[in-house]
């Protein structure tokens, strides 16, 4: 059940957040940008913080497991099959 949970939380925005970004106890965390992407309109969030070398922000993307990653999704793209070829 623990690896369970543990996954759940890796999936989630505030894990990437924390993971990428790093705040400390006192840092502020916006989302400044949040949409869908124009092809497949999936979810996407910008977020900023503020840190003593500046500011730092990051686009994560929601995939179609649920995660979220600061990578998008790939496009789903059409695909030929040898049933497509009547082969």
């Known amino acids: 059940m623990e690896g369970d949970v543990k996954s759940t939380n890796e999936q989630s925005l505030r894990f990437q957040v924390d993971k990428w970004l ?9 989302v400044v940008e949040f949409s869908r992407t124009l092809s497949g309109r999936r979810r996407y969030v910008c977020v900023e913080t503020a840190q003593p070398a500046g ?6 993307f929601r995939h ?24």
């Open 22 to 30: 790093a705040p400390g106890p006192t840092t502020s965390v916006h």
């Open 55 to 60: 500011l730092r922000a990051l686009f994560f």
């Open 64 to 87: 179609d497991d649920g995660c979220w990653r600061v990578f998008p999704p790939s496009v789903d793209r059409p695909k030929m099959s040898t049933d497509c070829l009547g082969l």
